[in-house]
């Protein structure tokens, strides 16, 4: 497993550098500003470039070799934030300067999430698949245990700048890693011919595999109403319990510290369901709720710790229901559409959270987001239910180390022939 951990160093480097650069330049938005509001405008300039240009990224991905795009991704992304750092350290930095980054750096996610999902099963193989999204998923969140409070700790001490320049440096180690991955131990998958009607071909495969299509959806509605956590905890930070960038820190890592436990809870899932995804996402909604209401910060940090583990807990069961099952040759383009829908809730709902906060205030404003996201995810499985669609289980089966999915409809006895049914 050579190559894999490479990988999995590189992202544990790369994902403590993302994470530190995202909390500090939603802190320094705010300082800035002194609104909300516009931090969530820089979630939403984050991420917007992920709804316009995702799909293009799936092509990309399927289309090119996956560790080279990954070379170049993180090539432009650290040469922005070595940007950011000399315009923030020089005094010269404006809030149109940390827009602009935020951007750009939103273009290159919508094409380095896609591929650095993809990129999984050509380094391990699909027999150790599940086993590997669980540990990517626990790296991503351990980086953002770190990497927001290395970040609260240099806003605090020293300066925003300080905090992109070091990611500045990550990306260019994770660069030197990518370059050691060996390709002869990779398990190659062929890439896709150049060919029109590629974008097509990918969106008519989800809307005619329903199982995925409902994972989509759902990851859909968590990131419209959840993924913009970062937004909403500055002014809980900033004036609610009036922690400052300290506690601002501290509130997103102890979300991420949440995620790891989830990671470590998703060890031990043997199926993936759609049923178990629609619990999760009214679990995280109640979680919400539960932070809302939390009078002091000791219950709002226990709180948060629910909202990161289910949260995580969610991620981890959609992508591996969404990575078994699809097809390998459009696993690109059905990945970045399953992206688009969890980073491009953030763009939209970025500035929606980040008013929300300001005109009814933090708690309001996490009330009613957890509120509807307990509504629609049981509206969606009421859907589910009434269509009798959708029962798909991924089972392991350890002597063969494979995965087996099955999807069947839901059987319905008819009460005037009781040995009968019907689906």
Request: charged share 10%.
């Amino acid at each position: 497993m050579h190559n894999y951990r490479l990988f999995i160093t590189s992202q544990v480097v790369a994902n403590t550098g993302v994470w530190m650069q995202r909390i500090t330049q939603d802190w320094l938005v705010l300082r800035l500003t002194g609104s909300v509001t516009a931090v969530g405008v820089n979630a939403a300039m984050q991420f917007a470039p992920v709804v316009v240009f995702g799909l293009f990224g799936g092509v990309l991905a399927d289309r090119y070799p996956k560790r080279m795009l990954l070379v170049v991704t993180q090539s432009v992304a650290g040469v922005l934030a070595a940007a950011l750092a000399v315009l923030t350290l020089s005094g010269g930095v404006r809030v149109e300067h940390v827009f602009a980054v935020s951007f750009a750096l939103g273009v290159v996610t919508a094409v380095d999430s896609p591929v650095r999902q993809v990129f999984v099963p050509e380094l391990v193989g699909r027999a150790h698949l599940r086993s590997a999204l669980s540990l990517n998923s626990s790296v991503f969140q351990l980086g953002g245990v770190v990497g927001p409070a290395v970040g609260g700790v240099l806003i605090a001490g020293f300066s925003e700048g300080w905090a992109f320049a070091i990611n500045a440096v990550a990306c260019a180690i994770v660069v030197v890693m990518l370059c050691r991955v060996r390709g002869d131990l990779l398990h190659q998958v062929p890439v896709v011919p150049r060919a029109p009607g590629q974008l097509r071909e990918g969106l008519r495969y989800v809307r005619d595999t329903p199982a995925i299509f409902w994972a989509i959806t759902l990851a859909a509605v968590v990131g419209l109403l959840t993924q913009n956590m970062p937004v909403v905890l500055s002014a809980f930070a900033g004036v609610v319990f009036d922690t400052g960038a300290g506690g601002f820190g501290t509130y997103t890592a102890l979300l991420a510290v949440g995620g790891v436990l989830g990671a470590l809870l998703a060890t031990q899932q043997r199926t993936a369901r759609l049923r178990t995804l629609v619990t999760l996402a009214v679990l995280l909604g109640i979680a919400l709720v539960a932070a809302a209401l939390a009078p002091g910060p000791v219950l709002f940090a226990v709180a948060l710790l629910a909202a990161g583990a289910t949260s995580l807990l969610f991620l981890i069961g959609a992508n591996l229901l969404i990575q078994l099952g699809v097809d390998v040759a459009l696993g690109g383009r059905v990945l970045a559409l399953y992206v688009m829908a969890l980073l491009g809730g953030r763009a939209l709902g970025g500035p929606a959270i980040g008013w929300a906060s300001e005109e009814l205030g933090a708690r309001l404003a996490l009330l009613s987001f957890g509120c509807v996201l307990v509504l629609a995810a049981i509206g969606i499985g009421l859907i589910l239910a009434r269509t009798g669609s959708l029962r798909l289980s991924v089972r392991f089966r350890d002597r063969e180390r494979r995965a087996v999915i099955a999807i069947a409809p839901r059987v319905v006895e008819r009460q005037s022939v009781p040995d009968q049914a019907h689906p």
